[in-house]
């Protein structure tokens, strides 16, 4: 007789057990996070959102938000964070050793052998062919982005804030970092109410 198994939410997981979640988590999306940076975003919020229910849509928004306005690789940075949220110091550590074991291995071992296959089409075509995912990915991250900031400011004004964003980040090439900081300065000054979500 097969027993079905019986997902226990995060909150209620004994304290090995959220840790043992928290490197599954982050150790999975840094081993598929192929590039790094922008490309494990998705697979972190996969993890986190979707999956171990760590937190919810608008509290992964607000910590992708807040850790591109800082220095530093923003896999490590939300690792970081999320890590000590949901595990307090020892999470933390839990989550950067997970984020950067798959990393520091495969970098050993790829660069240990680079030399001796570099130059076959098979290994350039490897590479080639994974771009065209992470674009997907990032795309699809892109789009729940946009259906939440209707939810939350309604398509006139979060349009506004794209084209002033795309304006300034395109067109004047100024930092996404001092973008987001003085959007959230703002946002902070001048309170934006919701609006419908019809508009």
Request: hydrophobic share 55%.
């Amino acid at each position: 007789m097969v027993t079905k198994k019986i997902s226990i939410p995060f909150e209620e997981r004994e304290f090995w057990g959220k840790q043992r979640a928290i490197f599954i988590a982050f150790f999975r999306s840094g081993i598929l996070g192929f590039g790094g940076g922008p490309s494990t975003i998705p697979l972190v919020k996969k993890e986190v959102v979707d999956i171990f229910k760590m937190m919810n849509d608008e509290e992964f928004s607000d910590v992708l938000s807040i850790g591109n306005t800082l220095p530093g690789p923003i896999a490590t940075k939300m690792a970081g964070y999320i890590g000590y949220r949901v595990g307090g110091w020892l999470g933390l550590v839990t989550a950067l050793v997970a984020t950067v074991l798959p990393t520091v291995v495969l970098m050993i071992l790829l660069l240990a052998s680079l030399n001796e296959f570099k130059d076959f089409d098979f290994v350039k075509g490897m590479t080639n062919g994974v771009v065209p995912v992470v674009a997907v990915m990032l795309g699809v991250l892109t789009w729940d982005f946009l259906k939440k900031s209707k939810k939350s400011l309604g398509w006139k004004i979060g349009a506004i804030i794209l084209a002033a964003s795309f304006v300034a980040m395109i067109l004047l090439g100024i930092h996404p970092g001092i973008v987001i900081a003085v959007l959230l300065i703002l946002a902070l000054a001048l309170p934006i109410k919701k609006e419908g979500a019809d508009k």
